[in-house]
């Protein structure tokens, strides 16, 4: 029997923090330590960029507004429009970085929808290569993911910096 080590998911499954903060709240205040330890790629006058740390893919990327709300009709047009010219550099930044074959990019509204955080809108950009799907996920329930968070986040880090 092969064994696939993934320590960094026990973090994930013995998760206890019900400390009721919002994973996309961004302190303007926050030093480069305390934005690499949160995978924060990016926080400008209306979005944000963070690394999803349970991804799909290596480069699964989540944006958010700076206003913490759960509902596209709560956003000005200036946050709309900031959000999508944000989300068109990020997929700028991923395929000069990653050169991904194509991407989903998606946002679920609402916990039935697959909102994992529902009280504040996100979109989820994932890179995708061909042949990036095998049987691992769909018999052993396990996603293998080949490069260590930090290292992609340290790829990434530099070219978030120029949109700032």
């Not at 092969?2 to 919002?22: F, I, T």
């Not at 944006?63 to 009709?73: N, V």
């Not at 039935?112 to 955080?117: D, E, I, L, N, Q």
């Not at 080949?146 to 120029?162: I, V």
Request: aromatic residues 8%; glycine residues 8%.
């Amino acid at each position: 029997m092969d064994v696939l080590w993934a320590p960094w998911r026990m973090e994930y499954v013995l998760e206890n923090d019900k400390s009721g903060d919002c994973i996309f709240c961004v302190d303007k205040g926050e030093d480069v330590d305390e934005l690499e330890q949160r995978l924060i790629l990016y926080a400008g006058k209306f979005s944000m960029v963070m690394m999803n740390r349970y991804p799909y893919n290596n480069g699964h990327l989540l944006l958010a507004p700076m206003k913490h709300t759960g509902e596209l009709d709560d956003l000005e047009q200036e946050e709309l429009s900031d959000l999508m010219k944000v989300t068109r550099s990020v997929i700028s930044i991923l395929k000069d970085v990653m050169n991904p074959d194509g991407f989903n990019v998606g946002i679920n509204l609402g916990l039935v929808a697959g909102a994992g955080v529902e009280e504040h809108l996100h979109i989820h950009i994932v890179p995708r290569w061909n042949g990036d799907t095998n049987f691992m996920a769909v018999l052993g329930e396990t996603r293998v993911i080949p490069e260590h968070l930090l290292e992609t986040y340290r790829k990434l880090r530099p070219h978030f910096m120029a949109l700032a």
